[in-house]
């Protein structure tokens, strides 16, 4: 009853005055005064983006395929200023080895693992059709593609959890409108329906709304659903479609290459024959068409003969003529750029060199994975705190990070440059590795080589002695001491 009286307080005036704002299906193909071949709305970014369009669906699915990865745990908060310098590190985009490490380090003083009964249950299954690591990873592609998701939460309306979420679903981002206040600044969102549904009405306290940031300020509120990065790409998103369709249409259309004809002077002169003509043109065809004489690879570098001098003319241009093909290398750098992803994983042969690729997998993590990740974990966490029933309970939601091995350090390598530094002991090259330190007091001071197995306090040349300090005494005579000895 919650959701129908809701929507008949809207329908029937009781409620603030509000109306459905910026519809979905809004279909204008002028941007600037430029006919862009596409239809700009959420729907048909999926529609002619990605679905048909493989560089879209390449970048898209090389995010989401990341964003699927780590398992979800409720925590509890047991340090206030770790958290806070956890919470920093991960808001960057730029997050190199050593900024991951610090993380990694501060949220395990931070956070400590707890089990709440319904929100933990919620976190491996929120229903009966995906995973929670697919409905995070599915939302990520509504929002990539569309410029926002919205996540459902069905709410226990009885019980000790009562107001609290048993069910998580997306809702179709492209098939949504938002219900908003429209008569006052700021213009608010305060509920959501589905165009193709007429009695799916959903309170706003009961949807997860996360979007890209709208600069196109409306006064009729359309500013309130996000933009999606196709937007800012139309043009180039219907020249890439153009061009696959052309280069598709004269693979399988193509038909003739060209006209072979008969260009000597005396036929042209009317000095032969036309029916000897005639023969030498079926006999040529003969030879090139089909299964004649001069086809095949094991025809390769003989000299045709014929007795008239021929000529060619090609008909239509290939891809390359067009430049087709260099046009679509570079829609794929350049929508790579649109989403922040790595061309050298999108199928970029100029850059996809081994130690390129290695980067860039590490790059796609830093730079898209983790921002997906933190901006959905940073709202669900809001929800609960507001309006899902967890507000004033230490109860922190996050991701396992550990799962993105590639940030983590090459610890080959490092050990060999620890190795070679010569004024470390064994527990600061220890401690730089991320192992634990051995209480030894040995282990404390600095070795002639790890390699060698002695601690300096213990090493000693001829004539050198060392004490434990580590200062060096000259054990030999002194010149007073042989002096005397050559007066004896």
């Known amino acids: 009853m919650g959701k129908i009286q809701d929507a008949w307080n809207v329908l029937t005036g009781k409620a603030m005055p509000m109306m459905p704002i910026g519809q979905p299906f809004a279909s204008y193909t002028m941007m600037g005064g430029t006919y862009v071949g596409i239809a700009d709305n ?50 960057k985009k730029d997050l190199n080895t050593q900024d991951y490490k610090k993380a990694i380090k501060f949220r395990k003083k931070a956070l400590e693992p707890i089990y ?32 926002g998701r919205t996540v459902w939460a069905e709410m226990l309306e009885l019980g000790a959890n009562q107001g609290k979420p048993f069910q998580l679903h997306n809702l179709p981002y492209q098939e949504i409108s938002i219900i908003a206040t429209t008569n006052r600044f700021p213009i608010i969102e305060q509920g959501y329906v589905m165009t193709n549904l007429s009695d799916a009405y959903f309170p706003k306290a009961q949807v997860l709304h996360d979007r890209y940031q709208n600069y196109d300020w409306d006064v009729n509120g359309a500013h309130l659903y996000g933009m999606s990065p196709l937007k800012a790409a139309l043009r180039r998103l219907s020249r890439s479609n153009s061009a696959i369709k052309a280069s ?33 043109v079926e006999a040529i065809k003969q030879k090139l068409v089909g299964k004649g004489e001069w086809v095949g690879s094991e025809n390769w570098g003989r000299i045709g003969v014929s007795g008239y001098k021929m000529g060619w003319q090609e008909v239509g241009l290939s891809p390359v003529d067009l430049s087709i093909i260099d046009s679509e290398k570079w829609d794929l750098k350049r929508f790579a750029a649109v989403y922040g992803v790595p061309s050298q994983l999108m199928g970029d042969a100029d850059t996809s060199t081994y130690n390129n690729v290695r980067e860039a997998e590490k790059a796609l993590t830093a730079r898209c994975a983790i921002p997906a990740l933190v901006a959905f974990r940073n709202h669900f966490n809001r929800k609960l705190q507001t309006d899902w029933g967890y507000k004033g309970q230490n109860v922190y939601v996050d991701f396992d990070h550990t799962v993105f091995t590639e940030l983590a350090e090459d610890v080959a390598n490092k050990s060999t440059w620890i190795k070679d530094l010569k004024t470390l002991s064994p527990n600061e090259q220890r401690m730089l590795l991320g192992l634990e330190r051995i209480d030894n007091d040995l282990f404390d001071e600095p070795w002639i080589t790890t390699q060698d197995g ?35």
């Open 248 to 280: 598709a249409a004269m693979l399988e259309n193509q038909g003739v290459k060209g006209v072979l004809y008969v260009d000597d002077p005396r036929v042209l002169s009317n000095g032969v024959d036309p029916m000897d003509t005639r023969k030498q």
């Open 454 to 488: 002695m601690p300096l306090s213990e090493y000693s040349t001829p004539g050198l002695t060392q004490d434990v300090s580590g200062e060096l005494e000259d054990e030999s005579p002194d010149s007073e001491e042989m002096d005397e000895e050559i007066d004896d």
């Open 42 to 91: 959420r729907k048909n970014y999926i529609i002619d983006g990605y679905q048909v369009n493989d560089i879209i669906y390449t970048a898209v699915t090389l995010i989401t395929d990341k964003v699927r990865l780590p398992e979800w745990g409720v925590y509890k908060i047991v340090d206030e200023e770790a958290f806070k310098s956890y919470e920093g590190l991960m808001r």
């Open 116 to 147: 709440v009964d319904r929100l933990s249950e919620l976190l491996r299954y929120p229903n009966e059709y995906e995973t929670f690591q697919d409905l995070v990873s599915n939302s990520t592609g509504w929002k990539l593609i569309t410029g």
